[in-house]
């Protein structure tokens, strides 16, 4: 199995910026790739940004340009650093990860935009 605690979430205004963490722990050995996903209050969950081992990036189209995903694979951690917040960025930030068997979800961590 693999653990993922994230961190980094809050209250920023409008522009600002923060940068979330997600370390894994566990059977780490099984992890491919790793991303992040977030859900605004009754919307689905949808993905953000997803880099691979290799680092192969992947972004939403409405973060493109803002975000930028990384990982340091021997810290087992994947960043998510989110710069020119807008309102519609508030949900809660997930991170994923996907392995050779099961892929993992982290606990979620809450980011606000206020404006």
């Known amino acids: 199995q693999v653990q993922l605690v994230e961190s980094g979430g809050g209250l920023v205004q409008v522009g600002g910026s923060l940068r979330l963490s997600c370390v894994a722990s566990?059977?780490?050995?099984?992890?491919?790739?790793m991303g992040w996903y977030r859900q605004a209050p009754g919307k689905q969950r949808e993905l953000v940004a997803v880099?691979?081992?290799?680092?192969?990036?992947n972004y939403a189209d409405s973060v493109k340009g803002r975000f930028t995903i990384s990982r340091d694979n021997a810290r087992n951690t994947v960043y998510l650093q989110m710069n020119s917040l807008k309102p519609e960025d508030t949900a809660v930030y997930y991170c994923?990860?996907?392995?050779?068997?099961?892929?993992?979800w982290g606990q979620g961590t809450q980011v606000t935009v206020s404006s």
């Open positions: 566990g059977s780490i050995f099984s992890i491919n790739t």
């Open positions: 880099i691979t081992r290799g680092g192969v990036t």
């Open positions: 994923r990860v996907t392995t050779t068997g099961l892929p993992y």
